[in-house]
C-alpha cells in the first residue's frame, strides 16, 4: 500500500495540517517548533510498531482548547488516503472476486478512540457472483440470491449439501460474518504497513563479552546494544553461535574474514568520507587487566583498520558521526528482520552529526535501499538532507498565524504544511535555499555544461519538456547540461563571468521584457556567440516569458487545471488577447485580480510545479502545440554539444 496524502487534526499544535502529500520520500522542513514532530507522531500512531503509543487526550489534544472533563472527540485526528498495488489487488480479487474493490484507493483514519477505520467501497453483487462461480452454484428457477444474506439462506435450506455448497455457506458464515466491507477490511488492515518512529538512534558496542552476552540471551534480557549486535551477525549472515562452535582455526579464521569483508562491502559502498577503512572482527580471549566484563571469558571486537596509516582503532573511537553512519546501516538490517519488511519510516533528524558529505551518502542509502521497499517521511534542519534531485518532494512546516488587515489581531491557525516548497517563510525555506545554493556552487566543479536560467518555473518546464520528448521516443534535454537558477536576469553575467572563469561551457535562457535591452547586452557581452537564448525568438512577440512559448491554450488549460477554476471562475479564450504583446502571465495575474478572494493568489510557480507533478496531462488542452513550439529549443541548445 502506498500512502498519496494525509491531513491531521486537533493533535497537539495542529489544529488542521491541510492536505499533505506524500512521496516515496518526503523530506518535512521548517523552524523548530513548528509542528514537524507532531506530524510524525500523528502519523506514528495510525499503526505505530509500539501498540502502547495511542492517541492520549490529556497530553495529545491542543492544550489551548482542551479541558479535564472533554468528552473523547469522535472525529479522527489522522486521515490518510491510501493506493493498493497490483498484487495487493491481486489478492483481493482473488479472495474475494474481480472488481469487489470498486476504487484502488482507500481512506484509513485513526483518533482518540482509538480504533482504525477504513472507508473502502465494495460491491456485494460481485463477491456473490465469485462465491457462485467459484463453487459452481446452481440454483433452483426463482431463486433470489442477489446478496450475501440471500445467498447464505438459500444454501442453509439445503437439505443435502455437496462440498462446494457447504464451502461456499462456511465462507459466509466466517469471512463474511459481518459483511463484505468488515472482511476486506481485515486483509486491507493486514496489508497497512506497521510504522517505526526513530528520534534516538542506537549505537552497535565496539566490544561484546560472549560469556555476559549469551547469559543474557539464555534469560532473555537483551538490551538494544545487544539486539544491534545481533543485527551486525545478521547482516554478515551467521550468529554468534555458529563462530563460537567453530571445529578448527581455519574454519574459524575463514568465517571472521568472510563476515569482515561482508561487512565492509556493504558499510563503504555508502561512506565515501574514507575509502582506506575496513571493518575487521576480532574474537579473543579476555585479557585479565581489562575492565569488566571484558576481563573474562572471550570478547567480540569490532575494529576499524585504516589501510593508508596501517593502524587500526576500537570502533567506540570512532568518530561520532561515523559509529552513528554504520550503526544505523547495521541497526536497520534488525529492524528488518523483525517486522519482516511491511514498514513505514519515520525519522526525526537522522544523520545530525554527520559531515555534509557523509549526510550525502545517507540520502544515497535512502534513495538505494530503503525507497525501494519502504517510504519515508523524515524531517531536518540541514541542506544536505534535502534531495535536490527530488527537491519537490520537500513540504515546508509553518505554525501559521492570520493577521486581520484592519485591526491587525492575529488569529493562531496552528501547524500547515505546503508542497510550494520555493515560496514560503524566509526561515522556513532556509535549508531548501540553501541546498539549492549548494548544488549551484558544486556546478562550478562538476557542471561542465551549464544552462542559466532566471526562476525555479523555468527549471520545471525544461525538465516537463525533456521528459515528454523522450516518452515519445525524441531527443529530451542532453544529460550532460545542468539547469542552473540564478534569481533573475540581472545575476547572469555575474554567473556567466564566473562560471567561464572556471573553464566551464554556459548557455543562458531568458524572459524578455521592456526596459531590459541593458540588461541584454550585458548578457551578450559577456556569453560566446549563440549561447544566449531569448525566448523572444521562439515566438512572434516582442515580449515573452518561457509560458508564452507554451501556447495560449495550453497554459490557460494548465491555470484553470492547477487552480482548479470552474463555475464560471475559469479563464477562457476571451480573457487572453492572442494579438497583443503583453506577456500571458500578466494577464492571467490581471484576470486573477478580479477573481473573489476565496480563490488562491496567482502564483508564477504553482502552474509549473503542478505541470511537473502530473500524472497525466487529460485535463489540458493544446499539448501538441506545446511541444512542438519547445522542441526547437531543447533541440538548438543540445546543438551547443
Known sequence: MILRKARIHSFRCIDDSTDISIDDVTCLVGKNESGKTA???????????????????????????????????KEPAIVTHWELEAQELERIATEFG???????????????????????????????????TKHQLKF???????????????LSGV?????????????????????????????????????????????????????????????NVLTEDDKIFIALMTLAGTDIETIVDAK??????????????????????????????EVELKFDSARPGDPPPFNAGYVFRTRINNKRHRADTSFDERSS??????SF????????????????????????????????????????????????????????????DNILSARTVEDVVQVDKKTREETLLGTKVSS?????????????????????TQSLFIGRNSILVEGPSDYLYLKWISKVLESKGKQGLDYRWTINIVGGIDKIPGYVSLFQANLLHVAALVDIQSGHKQKLDNIQKSMKDKHLFRVTDYTAKIEADLEDLLGNDFYVSLVNDAYRLQHGYEIDSTKIDPKTDKRITVQVEEYFRTLPSHIQEFDHFFPAQHLYEAKNLDNIKGVEEAIKNLEPLVVALNGLL
Request: overall charge neutral; glycine content about 4%.
Open 159 to 219: 437439505a443435502t449439501k455437496n462440498t462446494e455448497q457447504t464451502a461456499a455457506l462456511e465462507f459466509i458464515t466466517t469471512t463474511y460474518k459481518d459483511g463484505v466491507v468488515a472482511a476486506v477490511t481485515r486483509v486491507l488492515d493486514g496489508l497497512l504497513p506497521t510504522f517505526l518512529y526513530f528520534d534516538q538512534y542506537t549505537r552497535l558496542p565496539g566490544n561484546v563479552s560472549i560469556n555476559e552476552f549469551l547469559d543474557k540471551k539464555t534469560r
Open 321 to 326: 558521526g561515523f559509529v552513528w553512519f554504520f
Open 98 to 132: 474481480p472488481d469487489v474493490l470498486k476504487s484502488p484507493t482507500v481512506e484509513i483514519s485513526n483518533g482518540y478512540e482509538n480504533k482504525r477505520k477504513y472507508v473502502v467501497g465494495c460491491d456485494e453483487q460481485k463477491a456473490v457472483q465469485h462465491l457462485v
Open 329 to 388: 546501516l547495521v541497526w536497520f538490517q534488525q529492524l528488518k528482520q523483525t517486522y519482516k519488511g511491511n514498514l513505514f519510516i519515520l525519522l526525526y533528524e537522522p544523520g545530525l552529526t554527520l559531515h555534509a558529505r557523509a549526510q550525502s551518502d545517507l540520502l544515497k542509502y535512502f534513495n538505494e535501499k530503503l525507497k525501494p521497499e519502504y517510504q519515508i517521511v523524515y524531517t531536518t534542519h540541514s541542506p544536505f538532507m534535502i534531495d535536490t
Open 248 to 277: 578448527t582455526f581455519e574454519e574459524f579464521n575463514s568465517s571472521m574474514k568472510a563476515i569482515s569483508n561482508q561487512i565492509s562491502d556493504q558499510i563503504f559502498s555508502y561512506w565515501t568520507q574514507n575509502k582506506h577503512l
Open 140 to 154: 433452483e428457477d426463482g431463486s433470489n440470491v442477489g446478496t450475501l444474506e440471500h445467498l447464505g439462506s438459500y
Open 420 to 440: 510550494k516548497v520555493l515560496s514560503s517563510d524566509p526561515d522556513t525555506v532556509s535549508p531548501l535555499q540553501n541546498a539549492l545554493d549548494y548544488e549551484l
Open 39 to 73: 506530524i510524525l507522531k500523528a502519523l506514528y500512531r495510525l499503526k505505530p510498531a509500539d501498540e502502547k503509543e495511542t492517541f492520549r487526550l490529556s497530553i495529545d489534544y491542543p492544550k489551548r482548547v482542551w479541558k479535564p472533563n472533554l468528552p473523547t472527540p
